[in-house]
């Protein structure tokens, strides 16, 4: 079946300006997050939904950045005023939610994302 | 504390031998699920191995094992009979309690499988 899809690929902005990602999820996955990942680095968590529940924002590191997801599918990560240190790949994963902790998480293949 | 840890940023290994990739973790929680994924230098994400804190027996898929060892807060990547294309960076991840939020990855290492 269809996984993770992520859109765009690459997105290249000049500095101040607002971008928009999107996320489509794997369908049935109740669970969305967000990461992002600079260069030869790890995964820097960014926001999780599960469900109808309030999201998990914690890791959203300033209030430019904003995700909504709509109808329990659909994700959009949202970077207003973009800075050159938000240059990195945005990465959305979704997973089932099992009582035994086990769902494993399906990545997109990211959006490369470049401040200029 | 960092929830993973992994203290091999660049491994290499010989072609056809085995290779072990350390993870540790913290946690007070005592459910827990520690996940292992490979990233290609195209970027995918690709899931390898799971093991939750109460399987008693180490997780094995194909060529890829978890030495899972509870006390030591240890979750080490085994990969035997290493193929070129095993080259790759490795994340070890931790997702705490039976439905917790957040997955936290470690850094990564980057293995790469010597002819």
């Known amino acids: 079946g269809a996984g993770v899809s992520q859109s765009p690929s690459n997105k290249v902005t000049e500095k101040g300006k607002d971008v928009e990602l999107r996320c489509d999820p794997i369908s049935g996955h109740t669970a969305l997050y967000w990461y992002r990942q600079s260069l030869g680095q790890g995964l820097e968590f960014l926001i999780y939904?599960?469900?109808?529940?309030?999201?998990?924002k914690s890791g959203l590191p300033s209030d430019r950045f904003s995700a909504e997801r709509t109808g329990g599918s659909v994700s959009t990560l949202t970077i207003q005023r973009t800075q050159q240190e938000d240059s990195a790949v945005y990465l959305c994963?979704?997973?089932?939610?099992?009582?035994?902790?086990?769902?494993?998480?399906?990545f997109g293949p990211g959006t490369r994302l470049t401040v200029t | 504390a960092q929830k993973i840890t992994q203290t091999q940023p660049g491994m290499f290994v010989q072609e056809k031998e085995a290779v072990t990739l350390d993870c540790t973790y913290d946690t007070s929680d005592q459910s827990y699920g520690l996940f292992w994924y490979k990233q290609p230098s195209s970027g995918e994400m690709i899931f390898l191995i799971y093991?939750?804190?109460?399987?008693?027996q180490n997780a094995t898929e194909g060529r890829y094992s978890l030495n899972f060892q509870k006390a030591r807060k240890s979750a080490n990547l085994v990969i035997s009979a290493s193929q070129l294309g095993d080259s790759a960076m490795y994340f070890c991840?931790?997702?705490?309690?039976?439905?917790?939020?957040?997955?936290?990855f470690g850094t990564g290492t980057s293995l790469t499988v010597i002819p």
């Open positions: 093991q939750g804190s109460y399987d008693e």
């Open positions: 994963a979704s997973s089932l939610v099992l009582s035994s902790g086990g769902a494993k998480q399906y």
């Open positions: 991840a931790m997702r705490e309690g039976n439905t917790g939020n957040q997955f936290y």
């Open positions: 939904f599960q469900g109808n529940s309030a999201p998990d």
